[in-house]
C-alpha cells in the first residue's frame, strides 16, 4: 500500500496514548468511525488512518507522561508533494499542544515522487577532488557593506589554505556593491586561477518566481553550487530546484528559520526530520545543522540523528552532513569521533579568526584532518605545523 508512516511523540497527564492516537488516526483523516454508517464505513475504509503502535517510554514531563505512536496515512488523501504531506500528518495537530512529528516513513512507490539529490556525497567528492577525508568548508565573514574587492581577497586566501567549498553568508542578498552575477563572476575566475577543484556556494535568493531564472542564469555565468535558505522559501522550493534539469549544480540547504519550529523539546518538527531527512528527499546536497559545540548548539543525540538521516541507505543519494557553529581546529579529532568521515567541516571564525588570516586558517584544518587520519595527536603534530600550532594556542582542543 502507497502511504506515509508518521511517528509522534505524545504527552499526556493520564497516559491514555490508544484513545489519544486513534483520535489522531481519524481527526486528519476521516474524521469519525464508529458513527458511520456500514455502508460509509466500507468506502472510507481505503483513507482510513491506521494506528500501527503506541510505545510509552515511561518517561514523565512537565506535560505528563510520554509515548511515541506511529500512524500510517494513506496516498490516496494527499497529492505526492511534501507540503500536502505535512498538512495531512501534522497541520491542524501542530497547533494542539504539546506534540512533535519525529519522523515519517515513506512507502517506496511514494517516495519515488521525490528526486532527492542530484550529486550528493559521491557526487561532491569528484567535484572537489576531496576523497577519505571530511570536507573543509568556510564562510565569507563581514562582507554586508563591503565591496567586490573586499570579498576577491577573502575567496582568494580560503581557497590558498586548503578550502574545499566557499559559502557566502545566508544574510548576504542581491545588493548594489556584491550583485549576484558579479559573485558567480569572481567565484569562476577565482577558482580557476587558484588551480584548484573548489566550489563557491553563491547565495540563490530573490522573489520565488523568479529563482529557477535567475539560477539558470548563474549557471550561465559560471555558478558552481548554490546556497538556498530553504526553510524561508520551503521545502517544495527546493524540489523546484533540484528537479529542473537546467539547474545542474550542487544546492547547500541552509537552517535559518528551522529553529522557529524544531528547537522546542515538546511541541513542532524534529531537527533530523526537517534537516536530515526531508532536505534531502527534496534535493539537498549539503545540510547543514547547528554542531554541538558552539555558542548556538544542537543537542548532540538531535546533531547525529540528522547526520545519520542524511547519510542512511535509502533510494536518494546521500546528502553531505555539515555541522556549523563553533568549529576551531582544536575540534577536528571531535568532529572525526562525532561525524566521521562522510561529512564536512564548516568554520567562518575559525578560519578567519587564524593570526595567519584565512590561509593560515584554512591550512590549520587541513593539518589537523592530516592528524587525525595519520593518527597523530594534535598536539604532537603541531611541533612541525605553524598555522595549526598557532590555532591551538588561540583556540585549544576537544570541545
Given amino acids: 500500500m502507497s502511504e506515509v508512516i508518521a511517528t509522534y511523540r505524545l504527552f499526556d497527564q493520564k497516559g491514555a496514548f490508544e484513545k489519544k492516537a486513534e483520535g489522531i488516526a481519524l481527526g486528519l ?12 464505513q466500507k468506502q472510507l475504509k481505503h483513507h482510513k488512518g491506521r494506528v500501527l503502535a503506541v510505545r510509552e517510554t515511561g518517561r514523565e514531563t512537565a506535560y505528563g507522561w510520554e509515548a511515541d505512536i506511529d500512524i500510517a496515512y494513506p496516498a490516496a488523501n494527499f497529492s505526492a508533494d511534501l507540503p500536502a504531506i505535512l498538512v495531512t500528518v501534522f ?25 532527492g539529490p542530484k550529486f550528493g556525497v559521491e557526487g561532491i567528492r569528484e567535484k572537489t577532488g576531496a576523497y577519505s577525508r571530511p570536507l573543509l568548508m568556510s564562510i565569507f565573514k563581514g ?6 574587492a573586499y570579498m ?62 535567475k539560477a539558470r542564469k548563474g549557471i550561465e555565468l559560471g555558478a558552481t553550487a548554490f546556497l538556498f535558505n530553504v526553510f524561508a522559501y520551503g521545502l517544495d522550493v527546493l524540489q523546484e530546484l533540484a ?14 528559520v528551522s529553529g522557529a519550529f524544531t528547537s522546542a523539546p515538546h511541541h513542532g518538527f524534529s531537527t533530523e526530520l526537517m534537516l536530515g531527512k526531508l532536505v534531502r528527499m527534496a534535493g539537498a546536497d549539503f545540510t547543514l545543522f547547528p554542531s554541538p559545540y558552539g555558542s548556538v548548539a544542537l543537542e548532540r543525540s538531535a546533531a547525529l540523528k540528522t547526520a545519520q538521516m542524511a547519510l542512511e541507505q535509502s533510494s536518494f543519494k546521500q546528502t553531505f552532513p555539515v555541522p556549523s557553529a563553533g568549529i576551531h581546529p582544536g575540534l577536528v579529532p571531535v568532529l572525526f569521533e562525532d561525524f566521521g568521515t562522510d561529512s564536512i567541516i564548516n568554520a567562518g571564525g ?13 591550512r590549520a584544518f587541513r593539518q589537523a584532518v592530516n592528524a587525525v ?23 585549544g582542543t576537544g570541545k
Avoid: C
Fill in 152 to 213: 576577491e581577497e577573502q575567496l582568494q586566501a580560503q581557497i590558498a589554505g586548503g578550502i574545499d567549498i566557499v559559502k557566502d553568508d545566508e544574510i548576504l542578498f542581491d545588493n548594489p556593491l556584491t550583485p549576484f552575477e558579479e559573485r558567480v563572476k569572481l567565484g569562476k575566475r577565482v577558482i580557476e586561477e587558484s588551480g584548484k577543484k573548489a566550489l563557491y556556494a553563491v547565495n540563490l535568493s530573490g522573489r520565488t518566481s523568479e529563482l529557477k531564472e
Fill in 91 to 115: 497541520g491542524k495537530l501542530s497547533l494542539d499542544g504539546a506534540v512533535q512529528l519525529m519522523n515519517l516513513s515513506f512507502s517506496d512507490e511514494l517516495a519515488r515522487q521525490f528526486p
Fill in 143 to 148: 562582507v554586508i557593506g563591503r565591496d567586490l
Fill in 373 to 395: 587520519i595519520s593518527g597523530q595527536e594534535l598536539t604532537e603534530a603541531a611541533k612541525n605545523n605553524e598555522d595549526l600550532r598557532l590555532a591551538l594556542e588561540l583556540w
Fill in 350 to 362: 575559525g578560519v578567519h579568526g587564524h593570526p595567519n588570516g584565512a590561509a593560515g586558517g584554512g
Fill in 29 to 40: 483523516t476521516i474524521g469519525s468511525w464508529t458513527d458511520l454508517p456500514l455502508l460509509e
Fill in 243 to 256: 528537479e529542473d534539469p537546467e539547474v545542474n549544480v550542487p544546492i547547500m540547504a541552509h537552517p535559518a
